[in-house]
């Protein structure tokens, strides 16, 4: 059997996973992936998220991305840091850079195994702050610049492919070596409160044919967390494992604990249980339904009949989802054409709605 | 660093394995990078190599048929090239 064959039956334990600490974040960004803004009051104790990681220490999961909402907001995130750490379970996680400071910046290079993502959707502010926020480049900057000062070994600078700052791919390469730092390229999903943006802010077909182009050039340089498959139609495949890896290989745990097969399917059809059960994470991935029904050999469906299905295996079950379309059929952005087709027989409002929404809530009219 | 089969290799001291259906994850803790076992039997040779004069003797001793002995140089050659492997 072919390797992929095997991940896509499910491995013993999760290759890497994500970990979204917080809902709570500074920012608004307008394709946060899990709607973020305020804290959930149900959030996961310190002492829960320690036995979470002495969990992962024991499935031999050696790294996880952790995330948010903005996790540095959360007041013992170093503490939760340190402590996995400790317990060979290494620690990738993202930032807008809103507290990392000359002190952060310091201990973060004192550290083994831990790797900083700072988040970045423009080359420039404009572009950046369209997306993220007024300010939010200035502040990842400063944390870049600061990280840099106190000598921490090549972070990573992530960027959400978007129509805005396909153009800036050389842009953003070269910030990232004036940082001695790693380009991370993802996916835009219509995830969250991406699910109303998508439509403005997804690639078009021509960029996503110059960004294939471009990622067969960059090679390993630039890292994709392997969001691309869908591009690997296209002809020669992309470096990576070239599958969805939700459930399979890969899952996300939210703020509150519930488990779900990634992090771009924050919606109850996707929600295998939670670290709070009885049997704990181990048992959500290893017996879960949800997973094992994930784990089954899927159906090509539609895309049946083109010659591309090995490359692509249909695309991403989140993008499919949240515009409505079938799974098991063309992924929206198929870069064949057959998503534009299939989007057109979706009915108006029938597209599931993300969920849960932590976006903050502009004030009530009776307290102004 | 080329690879020798004639001599002695070990596991990294960085590096972790973790048994699999189809063989073992080895995770690197200091380059981060995955790399994939895809055999039970290679994942035997590895842990026995630290106890074997050779890496050719480790793949000799795990009992691999000597059609494929020279498959299974290879594969170690591309560990070594990975880091999993260090020279002993």
């Known amino acids: ?368 | 660093m080329t690879f020798d089969p004639q001599q002695r290799w070990q596991l990294s001291s960085s590096v972790a394995l973790r048994p699999e259906p189809f063989g073992a994850l080895a995770y690197h803790f200091g380059n981060r990078r995955l790399t994939f076992l895809k055999t039970p039997l290679l994942v035997t040779i590895v842990r026995s190599l630290a106890e074997q004069p050779s890496a050719r003797a480790a793949v000799v001793a795990a009992g691999v048929p000597e059609q494929q002995q020279s498959h299974y140089e290879r594969a170690l050659a591309a560990l070594a090239d990975a880091e999993v492997l260090t020279c002993a």
Not at chain 1, 149 to 157: A, C, M
Not at chain 1, 171 to 198: E, I, M, N, Q, V
């Open chain 1, 1 to 368: 059997m072919r390797l992929t064959e095997q991940f896509e039956r499910g491995l013993d334990a999760p290759i890497c996973l994500t970990w979204e600490l917080t809902y709570a974040c500074n920012l608004a960004c307008v394709h946060c992936l899990s709607s973020s803004g305020r804290r959930d009051p149900r959030e996961l104790s310190t002492a829960e998220c320690k036995a979470v990681i002495d969990e992962l220490q024991r499935m031999q999961v050696f790294y996880v991305n952790v995330g948010g909402g903005e996790p540095t907001v959360r007041p013992d995130f170093w503490e939760l840091l340190d402590y996995a750490i400790a317990r060979d379970v290494g620690v990738k996680f993202s930032t807008n850079g809103v507290r990392i400071g000359k002190t952060e910046a310091r201990r973060l290079a004192a550290t083994d195994y831990v790797d900083v993502q700072v988040s970045l959707d423009g080359a420039d502010a404009v572009i950046n702050d369209a997306v993220r926020g007024e300010g939010s480049y200035d502040m990842a900057r400063r944390a870049l610049d600061a990280l840099a000062s106190e000598g921490f070994q090549n972070p990573k600078i992530s960027v959400v492919v978007t129509r805005q700052n396909a153009g800036q791919l050389d842009d953003f390469k070269a910030l990232a070596d004036s940082y001695g730092a790693t380009l991370r390229l993802t996916r835009l999903r219509p995830s969250g409160r991406g699910a109303d943006t998508w439509d403005e802010l997804h690639p078009t077909a021509q960029q996503q044919r110059d960004l294939y182009q471009w990622l067969l050039t960059a090679g390993e340089d630039v890292l994709t967390g392997d969001s691309f498959f869908h591009l690997s139609a296209l002809g020669e495949k992309l470096p990576g494992l070239n599958l969805c890896g939700a459930g399979r290989v890969v899952c996300l745990i939210d703020p509150i604990g519930d488990v779900y097969a990634c992090p771009f399917v924050l919606h109850e059809q996707f929600k295998a249980g939670s670290v709070r059960d009885a049997g704990g994470f181990t048992d959500v991935w290893r017996s879960s339904e949800l997973f094992r029904e994930l784990r089954e050999p899927g159906s090509a469906g539609a895309c049946g009949s083109c010659g591309s299905y090995d490359a692509c295996r249909g695309g991403c079950m989140a993008a499919k989802f949240f515009t409505g379309l079938p799974l098991d059929g063309p992924d929206p952005e198929c870069v064949l054409g057959h998503g534009e087709a299939a989007l057109l027989a979706v009915a108006a409002g029938s597209a599931p709605i993300p969920g849960p929404g932590h976006s903050r809530r502009s004030l009530p009219l009776s307290v102004m």
